[in-house]
């Protein structure tokens, strides 16, 4: 084998080896997202507690993703198509980051709402939280294997989740008005509710960094992208 | 000159016009949240209304700024240095896009809140506006001036928000209990509180990026910077 051969073939391995470890890093974060709503709804304070002290894999991973991305591009000189991977990747190691404080937030919520009787049966967030991550399970797969139509189905599902925290909001809204005993722990439920549209929101930019990388086409802006409460 | 110093001083030209750049897209998105907050307290709805549209030139600036970033990437072989300041930018431009949302879903918030009568005098929701301003101008002037100094006074900043958004969220529970008329319109002003905090994490997020670029020292998940309400 020649050595730029030989650089390629190493060069290759090691973008597959980054593509590994974002999946890897979106598992543990979207693992944390649905641990926290677990708790939230089984009241679970031990496993609030593993989720507000769960985050350290996802930090180093984090960091070492980053330092990948980093060698990447500066002991090769990437084509534009390889370049354009290695960016996004950047980008989407910093949006899976967030989404690992958005499950931290959410159990720190879940950890004053285990405090107050329960407001009503959780039903909304539960599935709110299955949507999300389902959107970033969607997101990087799309990116992993380059696919522009699950990406454009990632973006489809974002309204659902739009509708269901407005729907929330709504009945919370009520209940706060009969019971002002409700409106300490309805707050928190409200702000859940925001953390796992957060979610989505990460899971949409990754979406359209993934039909940016593939098509160099630019999705983002796009009309009608506006976030009512 | 020979082509290749005539390459290098292009190359220089072009990384200190995406810094201008970069300032300039800061200087918009902390301008959309200063009128933001300044048309909340002066209830002055057609204020409202530019913000609401004001966030195109900035969507305009982000797309520009990223594919300047990859063009610096694509055309050159930059070294260490300069490719942490590229990777740096490309982090940067993405969070003051997302400072612009929160411009936007702040205004959103103050659109509903002047549909109500005041729940009070405001007075912490502007100082947290004041400080997340300087913390983004800060976070700006020590990247482009690599100023680690700098950058670290903003770290230290953001737990006075912290503080702001604690008290903030405390006085308008008492207002929410004691009359269920100031439920929604605190609401409205408990999610600004909140974007406002978020303006913050965007600031600390460019100023950790920049420890890291001067440094490549990594400031960031350092212990004890959990988000309580």
Redesign the interface.
Known sequence: MQPAERHARHFQAELELLKTRLLEMGGLAEEQVRLAVKALVDRDRDLLQRVLGGDEPL?KL??EIDGR??TL??LN?PR?AD??VI?AA??IN?GLERLG?MA??SA??AV?YAQHPPVKRLIDIPRMATIAQGMVRDALDAFVRRDTGLAQQVLNEDDKLDALKTQIFREL?TY??QD?AT??PA??L??IS?HLERVGDHATNIAEDVIFMVSAR?V??HAGD????
Chains 1, 2 share one sequence.
């Open positions: 930090n984090h960091i991305c980093f591009l500066a000189q534009a370049l354009r960016v950047v980008k910093t404080d931290v937030n720190e919520a004053r809204l706060m008005l002002p409106i300490e707050l928190d409200i702000l925001r630019d983002r802006h506006d976030h009512p409460i």
